[in-house]
């Protein structure tokens, strides 16, 4: 091999072997200080690819676990609601059998009791109306088919439906009465029929005449115009036909419908022309005014709601169980997802030391030969003297 002044050759070979070590310890120096194999695409793409796609999936399930525990807390909410229900109708009932006990009882005495009975309606319909989670109301009826997303992907759900609300109109105890009926008591269907101007409506019919002149419950639509009026939503706020004729003109306006009854009948009147109420609209089978009556009656209307509010209560127990192995699941799949994403993405420190010492090694002895061989060129000058 001839000797050069130009052209060190074994100069700039260390030199490359140099530069070469020197980027692997940068290297290494990275991923040991950062704890990350993979720093940026150009250390593994195709790694770095699939490690942002289990991050992704490890987020949603985060993010669902936390949904997941949400729902448990809506179902709680509302089973906790139910669970004072359930007690304030075990408490009718009571007073029911006590009611029905007529051997010991005068009617004052059952009138006492309905006081109280009134009262634990105007609270059923209370909670019903107040219980909520986050301002969306649980109990009244409209918590229906709303789906809490459980898992990391689309249609990943579980939906939670309360139907049927639990109010005491929606319980069916808001006409209960264990206070003494008249004897003359009347219930039937009310029935309706057109008369008069185009446009007139009058129903008139036979209904419960309850101790204190009132019924219970109103089932049935009485549609004026565009406007309707849902009778079942007034529930116990209407006890008389004046009540009814207050609840008529808020829905449709004063003088629209008018209101008149007896003992035996009541008569609603469409006023022609704004008032429009059609067969079709309103038939005979849909609108019925009936009162509860009788202790005996209220224990059997008692035992249907509590078997109602049971059976609400034994889905809610359902779906927080269902909830809880949500998350057990979810959190199994994030262990494993997450051991998954950190074997392609951490640094493997063991390994990853032992390259930092090789690679620290050879740094220092490239060092020391580029040294050796930037002094190879001083020989020439031995021949040249």
């Given at each position: 091999m001839g000797m050069s002044v130009n052209t060190n050759t074994a100069a700039i070979n260390s030199y490359r072997n140099l530069s070469v070590t020197n980027d692997q310890m940068s290297k290494s120096l990275e991923r040991l200080s950062s704890g990350f194999?993979?720093?940026?695409?150009?250390?593994?793409?195709?790694?770095?690819?699939?490690?942002?796609?289990?991050?992704?999936?490890?987020g949603?399930?985060?993010?669902?676990?936390?949904?997941?525990?949400?729902?448990?807390?809506?179902?709680?909410?509302?089973?906790?609601?139910?669970?004072?229900?359930?007690?304030?109708?075990?408490?009718?009932?009571?007073?029911?059998?006590?009611?029905?006990?007529?051997?010991?009882?005068?009617?004052?005495?059952?009138?006492?009791?309905?006081?109280?009975?009134?009262?634990?309606?105007?609270?059923?319909?209370?909670?019903?109306?107040?219980?909520?989670?986050?301002?969306?109301?649980?109990?009244?009826g409209t918590f229906t088919?709303?789906?809490?997303?459980?898992?990391?992907?689309?249609?990943?759900?579980?939906?939670?439906?309360?139907?049927?609300?639990?109010?005491?109109?929606?319980?069916?105890?808001?006409?209960?009465?264990v206070s003494t009926v008249a004897s003359d008591a009347i219930t039937g269907d009310v029935t309706n029929a057109v008369a008069g101007t185009a446009g007139n409506v009058e129903f008139a019919g036979d209904?419960?005449?309850?101790?204190?002149?009132?019924?219970?419950?109103?089932?049935?639509?009485?549609?004026v115009g565009s406007k309707s009026l849902d009778l079942a939503?007034?529930?116990?706020?209407?006890?008389?036909?004046?009540?009814?004729?207050?609840?008529?003109?808020?829905?449709?306006?004063?003088?629209?419908?008018?209101?008149a009854g007896t003992a035996t009948e009541l008569t609603l009147t469409g006023?022609?022309?704004?008032?429009?109420?059609?067969?079709?609209e309103v038939n005979a089978a849909s609108v019925k005014f009936t009162q509860a009556s009788g202790a005996d009656e209220a224990i059997t209307l008692i035992n249907d709601a509590?078997?109602?509010?049971?059976?609400?209560?034994?889905?809610?127990?359902?779906?927080?169980?269902?909830?809880?192995?949500?998350i057990n699941n979810l959190n199994v799949a994030i262990e494993n997802t997450t051991a998954s994403e950190s074997r392609i993405r951490d640094t493997d420190m063991a390994q990853e030391m032992t390259n930092f010492t090789r690679t620290q090694i050879l740094t220092q002895a490239g060092t020391s030969m580029l040294a050796q061989a930037n002094q190879a060129s001083q020989g020439i000058l031995r021949l040249l003297g």
């Open positions: 194999r993979i720093n940026r695409a150009a250390d593994d793409a195709a790694g770095l690819a699939i490690s942002e796609g289990l991050r992704s999936q490890i949603g399930m985060k993010q669902a676990v936390r949904n997941t525990q949400d729902g448990i807390s809506v179902v709680q909410t509302a089973e906790g609601a139910l669970g004072t229900t359930t007690s304030i109708l075990q408490r009718m009932r009571d007073l029911s059998v006590q009611a029905s006990n007529a051997g010991s009882l005068n009617d004052e005495a059952k009138v006492s009791i309905q006081k109280e009975m009134g009262e634990l309606k105007s609270e059923l319909t209370r909670i019903a109306d107040t219980t909520n989670f986050n301002g969306t109301k649980l109990l009244d088919n709303k789906a809490f997303q459980v898992g990391a992907n689309a249609n990943e759900s579980i939906t939670v439906g309360i139907a049927g609300g639990a109010s005491a109109s929606q319980l069916g105890v808001a006409g209960v009465d209904f419960t005449d309850a101790t204190g002149g009132g019924w219970g419950t109103l089932n049935g639509t009485v549609t939503t007034l529930g116990a706020d209407v006890d008389t036909t004046a009540e009814l004729q207050t609840k008529l003109d808020e829905a449709f306006g004063t003088g629209q419908l008018t209101a006023q022609a022309p704004a008032a429009t109420a059609t067969a079709d509590l078997e109602t509010v049971s059976g609400i209560r034994a889905d809610l127990g359902a779906k927080q169980n269902r909830f809880e192995h949500t």
